[in-house]
């Protein structure tokens, strides 16, 4: 090969890689029918503490007896769906009637109900404004305040509402293997993807 | 010799390709502005000279309306509570969460005999595209335009900024129409919406 022709290759691979970086959607585009919605990478969940429900039915439903507060790991189940949110965010409230779908769904399957809990973290939310999305939408699982953005942004999440998938041994471990940044249109193909995804099926 | 500057063009168009990647906007935010807000960055957090306090008589305006049809104070004199919520400007981080957040709690005014009047320095294009994007009804309080002459009801408020936006502001007026709650906010802050509630809940007393 030429030094002529080596150089004209070089300068179109660039060019392609700099068309890349100046828009990554196109490349979203192109990546996206070998690539999963949702990253599947697993990793420890970063510890938090989350303060035990003062309601008794949330407390049994997270299987948590004690005063005080709790990791995501303490629940009593083998998967939780952490979902971020916002009181203040217009597609988590248009998107909260797919959610308690979700719930509803793994609630009336036998093989699923005892093995997934759900929880909700009101990110940059005051416990104030995180009640009373709960109460707008009817969410029957617990929700946590977290009002100065703090969990969100050691969780890696930039944007509500986010998903995250968490194994659990109910002794404080946790471990993520699903994070899906956005809204799923779908919920039993999401409750499928978090079973297929945890390796438990 | 040509060959090596060819080459060197390549790797100067990398490099700068490279640095303009696009950088992640703060956490928590919502997916429904995603790309379209601008950020300011952080901005001072007061610029203009309050003269209005508790207890005085909330300056009458009327505003075009993004439904066409223009909107008075002392329309609701007699008839209801108002509060009216001053956002700096429209397509900006904070502002952009707070409308969204009143839209689910007409529940919360409707129990206190209040109404909302959202106000930015925007002209009605604006706000329409804007206020679209948080929901695709559109909200359900009224959104006014304090565009022409520029600010001028926020003037009146005393709370227009020397760059010509407003503050982050709310103002509660009862039935007679006199201001029984103001919060000019620090404006790269959200209002918390319990403060607003005990106001509203005030009114009462």
Redesign the interface.
């Known amino acids: 090969m030429s030094?002529?022709k080596l150089?004209v290759l070089?300068?179109a691979a660039?060019?392609l890689?700099?068309?890349f970086?100046?828009f990554?959607g196109g490349t979203a585009a192109l990546a996206q029918t070998t690539q999963l919605d949702y990253s599947d990478r697993r990793m420890p969940l970063p510890a938090f503490e989350l303060p035990i429900p003062q309601d008794r039915a949330e407390r049994e439903y997270l299987g948590l007896s004690d005063k005080g507060t709790f990791k995501v790991g303490d629940i009593k189940s083998q998967i939780v769906i952490i979902e971020?949110f916002?009181?203040?965010?217009?597609?988590?409230?248009v998107h909260a009637p797919l959610v308690h779908e979700v719930y509803e769904k793994i609630k009336a399957r036998a093989d699923l109900k005892e093995k997934i809990r759900m929880i909700g973290i009101a990110?940059?939310n005051?416990a104030?404004?995180a009640r009373?999305?709960k109460e707008?939408y009817n969410i029957p699982f617990p929700v946590f305040s977290?009002e100065e953005?703090e969990i969100?942004?050691l969780l890696?999440?930039?944007?509500?509402?986010t998903f995250i998938g968490v194994k659990v041994d109910g002794k404080g471990g946790q471990e993520q293997f699903y994070f899906l940044?956005?809204?799923f249109t779908n919920p039993t193909r999401f409750i499928e993807d978090i079973m297929k995804t945890s390796g438990l099926e | 010799m040509r060959a090596e500057r060819i080459l060197w063009v390549c790797v100067a168009c990398v490099l700068f390709a490279a640095v303009l990647r696009p950088i992640g906007t703060a956490h928590g935010g919502s997916a429904a502005f995603r790309d379209t807000i601008y950020d300011p960055g952080r901005l001072k957090p007061l610029d203009s000279n309050p003269t209005l306090k508790v207890g005085d008589v909330a300056p009458d305006f009327t505003l075009p309306s993004i439904t066409g049809n223009p909107v008075s104070l002392h329309d609701y004199r007699g008839r209801a509570n108002v509060v009216i919520s001053f956002v700096p400007a429209a397509w900006t981080p904070v502002c952009s969460d707070q409308w969204p957040g009143y839209n689910i709690m007409k529940g919360l005014f409707d129990r206190n005999d209040a109404i909302l009047l959202g106000i930015t320095v925007d002209n009605i294009p604006t706000l329409y595209a804007w206020t679209r994007q948080m929901s695709e009804k559109g909200l359900w309080f009224p959104v006014l335009s304090d565009f022409y002459p520029h600010g001028a009801v926020a003037s009146k408020y005393g709370i227009l900024r020397t760059n010509g936006e407003s503050e982050r502001a709310l103002f509660v007026i009862d039935r007679k129409g006199v201001i029984r709650y103001i919060d000019v906010h620090d404006i790269n802050k959200r209002p918390r919406l319990e403060d607003l509630a005990r106001a509203l809940q005030n009114l009462q007393n």
């Open positions: 030094i002529k150089i070089v300068c660039a060019a890689y700099a068309c970086q100046l990554p971020i916002s009181f203040y965010c217009p597609i988590c409230q990110a940059t005051t104030f404004e009373s999305f707008t977290d953005g969100a942004l890696g999440v930039k944007y509500t509402p940044p956005k809204v």
